[in-house]
C-alpha cells in the first residue's frame, strides 16, 4: 500500500481518484444490475420504450408461471427435471472435485518429487481442452455406456474438468501455510497422512469454501458438454434447458431479445433429416432420433413465454447467492 | 522460510511469489495426485484420443459403418478443412476475436485495477459490484447482450436514440452488418472477462512493496513513471497469472456466440467452436468436427502453454 504525504493537493486528487472509479465502476456493473432486475420486473416494463431504467414495480410473477402457480400459463416445461439435474450434477461434481482436487494441490504444494512440473502443467492443460472438442468424443464413448442423457455421467463430466482449477487453487492456500507447520508434526509422531487430515486441511478451510464455490460455479454455468451429453428434455440443466433452447436467430426479432422467443423456431439440432436414418439400428443414431422427435412433437418443448423467462430468472436467484457468499468469502481472504 | 510478509491474499491462488521449501516423502504425493489424474484420463485424456482416431475417418453418425480407418483416407478430413473456405474464414475470426479480446481485456483490467487500488472510500463495495458479472453464466451474459443490441427494442440503440445520435428509423443493427456483429461479441466476452482479470491485477497491486515507491517519490518520478518502470514490471506475475486463467477459460466464448449470433448472418461472425457444432453435431459429420477439434484443442493448449511458460519465467509457479 503507497503511503501518501497529506496535503490540499493530494487530498483533492484522492477525491477525483475516488469519484473517477466509482463512476466507472458503475456503469460497468449497470449490465449486471439489469440482468438482475430482469427477474422481478414485469414484462411491459423490460421492453418499454425509452426504457425504464428504475424499475417502478417488482413482481415475482415470473417465478410463479416457472413453477405453475399461474394457472392462465398452460404449457410448462419440466423446470424440476432442469434444476434437479443442475443441483445434482453441480453437486456431487464440487463435492468429489474438491476433494480430489485437494489431496493433488496439497501434493503439489508441500512435497518434492519427480515430474512434478510436468504433471501440474498436464493437469492444467486438460483444462484448455474446449468444451466443445470434447464433447464429441465424449459423446460417442458415453452412448456406448448408457451415460448419455445421465446426470451421473454429466457430474463424472464435471469432475474432471473442474479438477485441474481446484487443484491450481488449493495449491496456492496450502502454500501460505507455513512448512514449519507440518515439520512439527512430523516431529509429534504425524504421518504424512494425518499431518495432513488433522493439522493443514483444517487451515485450509476458507480456500476449500471458495474452491467449492468456483467448482460449482463452473458446473452449474456449463453449456458446451451438456448441450451434446443431454439429449432429451429431461436430462437437460438449468442453463441448456432453460436458458438455450432458442438458439436460432430468429428469436431476435422476438420481443426480449430471444428469452420471449418460442421454442418452436427450429433448434439446430432439429434440422436433421430424419429419413437418412431409417434403418440403422446404431444406437447412437437412435438416441439422436429420439432427441430430434421430441423436439419436434413433443408438447413440452413449445414453451411458453413464461416459462423462458422464468427459467432465466430461476438461474439468476442461485447465481446472486452464490455471488453472496463468493464476495464474502473472497473479502474475507483479501487484505 | 521466506515468510513475506507482502504475500498477497487477494485471489488465494497461486499467487504467492515465495519459493516454498518441499518436503521429500517418496511414493505418498503420487498417491495424492493419481486419483485426480486418473478421472482426467478417463474423461479429458482418453477421449481425446479416440477423437483423434474419429478424425482420421470418415465417420458420420448416421452411417454407422463409416467409422473405419484406411490409410489411404486417413488425412482426408484435414484436407477437406483446408480446402473449405469457410473453416479459413472461421480461423480467421477466431483468430482476430483472441487477439482483440485478450488484449482489450488485458489493458482494461490494468487500467480498472490501478484506477481501484487508489480508491480510498467503500473499495471492498466496488471489489463486490465488480465480482457480479463472474458469477453469470456466459450463456446468460451472451442473450442478455444480445437483447441489449437487439435493432428494434435494445437498450443501446434506444440509448442512441434517446441522446439524438440517431433517428428512430435508423437503428443500427448491431449483430447483422459486417464488423458490428464481431463487435458486439467482443463487447460482450470482455466485458465478462474483466473482473477475474481485475481483481487479479488489483491483488497484485495491493501486494507491492510500497518502499519501492517511497523511494521513487523521493526521486521524483512523476505518476506515470511509477506506473510505467514500477508497477507495470512487478505485476508481470500477476498478468500472466491472470492470460493463464484467461487462456483456459477463452474457449468458453463459445456460449457467447452461439447465443447472440450463432456464427451468423451468413457466418460473418462463424468462429471454430461454432462450425464444429455445424459440421458435428448439425450435419453429424463427427470426422470432420473431430478433425477440427483437434485443431482447436491445439490452438487452445498453445495458447495456454504459452503464458504459463511465462508465468514459470516470472517466478511464480516454482
Known amino acids: 500500500m503507497i503511503t501518501r504525504s497529506v496535503g490540499p493537493n493530494r487530498r483533492r486528487n484522492d477525491i477525483i481518484w475516488n469519484a473517477v472509479a466509482w463512476v466507472i465502476l458503475i456503469m460497468l456493473a449497470l449490465p449486471a444490475f439489469w440482468i438482475i432486475m430482469t427477474a422481478f420486473r414485469p414484462n411491459v416494463e423490460i421492453n418499454t420504450f425509452p426504457p425504464v431504467w428504475i424499475p417502478r414495480r417488482l413482481t415475482l410473477e415470473a417465478y410463479a408461471n416457472m413453477f405453475g402457480l399461474n394457472p392462465e400459463v398452460q404449457q410448462r416445461v419440466a423446470v424440476e427435471a432442469y434444476l434437479r439435474n443442475s443441483l445434482l450434477a453441480s453437486g456431487i461434481s464440487t463435492v468429489i472435485a474438491v476433494s480430489l482436487g485437494t489431496l493433488a494441490g496439497y501434493a503439489f504444494a508441500r512435497f518434492r518429487f519427480r515430474f512434478h512440473t510436468t504433471l501440474f502443467l498436464g493437469i492444467m492443460l486438460s483444462r484448455a481442452v474446449p468444451g466443445v472438442a470434447l464433447s464429441l468424443p465424449l459423446f460417442l464413448l458415453f452412448n456406448r455406456v448408457g451415460l448419455v442423457n445421465n446426470v451421473l455421467g454429466l457430474a463424472f463430466v464435471y469432475v474432471a474438468v473442474n479438477i485441474p482449477f481446484t487443484a491450481w487453487l488449493m495449491d496456492g492456500f496450502f502454500r501460505q501455510i507455513p512448512t514449519e507447520l507440518t515439520e512439527s508434526a512430523y516431529i509429534d509422531g504425524c504421518g504424512h497422512w494425518s499431518a495432513f487430515w488433522r493439522i493443514e486441511l483444517p487451515l485450509s478451510l476458507p480456500g476449500l469454501a471458495t474452491a467449492a464455490i468456483f467448482a460449482f460455479l463452473a458446473a452449474w454455468n456449463e453449456f458446451q458438454i451438456v448441450s451434446v451429453l443431454a439429449r432429451n428434455n429431461a436430462a437437460k440443466t438449468a442453463v441448456h434447458g432453460g436458458l438455450a433452447r432458442n438458439g436460432g436467430d430468429e428469436c431476435d426479432h422476438d420481443g426480449a431479445g430471444g428469452y420471449l422467443c418460442d421454442s418452436g423456431s427450429a433448434q439446430p439440432s432439429q434440422r436433421i433429416d430424419l429419413r437418412r436414418g431409417e434403418g440403422l439400428s446404431h444406437s447412437a443414431q437412435s438416441q439422436w432420433k429420439t432427441s430430434s422427435m421430441l423436439c419436434h412433437h413433443s408438447p413440452s418443448a413449445r414453451s411458453s413465454t413464461g416459462f423462458c423467462i422464468g427459467m432465466q430468472r430461476s438461474h439468476h436467484f442461485c447465481v446472486v447467492s452464490s455471488a453472496a457468499i463468493a464476495a464474502i468469502s473472497a473479502s474475507k481472504s483479501s487484505p | ?318
Open chain 2, 1 to 318: 522460510m521466506a515468510a513475506n510478509s507482502n504475500s498477497p491474499r487477494g485471489k488465494g491462488a497461486a499467487t504467492r511469489l515465495v519459493e516454498v521449501s518441499r518436503i521429500e516423502a517418496g511414493f505418498f504425493p503420487f498417491a495424492l495426485i493419481l486419483p485426480a489424474v486418473i478421472l482426467i484420463l478417463l474423461v479429458v485424456g482418453f477421449p481425446l484420443l479416440y477423437s483423434l482416431y474419429v478424425s482420421f475417418t470418415p465417420y458420420e453418425l448416421l452411417k454407422p459403418n463409416s467409422l473405419n480407418f484406411t490409410t489411404a483416407r486417413a488425412l482426408r478430413n484435414y484436407q477437406k478443412l483446408l480446402n473449405d473456405e469457410v473453416f479459413w474464414r472461421s480461423l480467421l475470426n477466431t483468430i482476430v476475436f483472441l487477439a482483440v479480446t485478450v488484449n482489450l481485456s488485458y489493458l482494461l483490467s490494468l487500467a480498472l485495477s490501478q484506477l481501484l487500488s487508489r480508491v480510498t472510500v467503500g473499495q471492498s463495495v466496488l471489489r463486490t459490484l465488480l465480482m457480479v458479472p463472474m458469477m453469470f453464466a456466459p450463456i446468460l451474459v451472451g442473450m442478455q447482450f444480445r437483447w441489449f443490441f437487439n435493432a428494434n427494442l435494445g437498450l443501446v440503440n434506444n440509448f442512441l436514440i434517446s441522446v439524438g445520435l440517431i433517428q428512430e428509423q435508423g437503428q443500427i443493427a448491431w449483430l447483422v452488418d459486417v464488423p458490428l456483429g464481431m463487435i458486439t461479441i467482443i463487447i460482450a466476452s470482455i466485458w465478462m472477462n474483466i473482473p477475474v482479470m481485475t481483481i487479479i491485477l488489483l491483488a497484485g497491486t495491493l501486494s507491492l512493496p510500497s518502499e519501492t515507491f517511497e523511494a521513487a517519490e523521493v526521486d521524483g518520478a512523476s505518476g506515470w513513471q511509477k506506473f510505467r518502470f514500477i508497477t507495470f514490471p512487478l505485476l508481470a506475475p500477476f498478468s500472466y497469472i491472470a492470460l493463464t486463467i484467461m487462456s483456459l477459460d477463452i474457449a468458453r466464448a463459445f456460449d457467447i456466440v452461439r447465443i447472440m449470433t450463432d456464427g451468423g448472418p451468413a457466418r460473418r461472425t462463424e468462429m471454430l467452436w461454432t462450425y464444429i457444432t455445424r459440421l458435428a453435431i448439425e450435419d453429424t459429420k463427427f470426422g470432420l468436427g473431430s478433425a477440427m477439434s483437434w485443431i482447436t484443442v491445439f490452438l487452445s493448449v498453445a495458447f495456454t502453454l504459452y503464458f504459463f511458460r511465462q508465468l514459470v519465467k516470472a517466478r511464480i509457479v516454482r
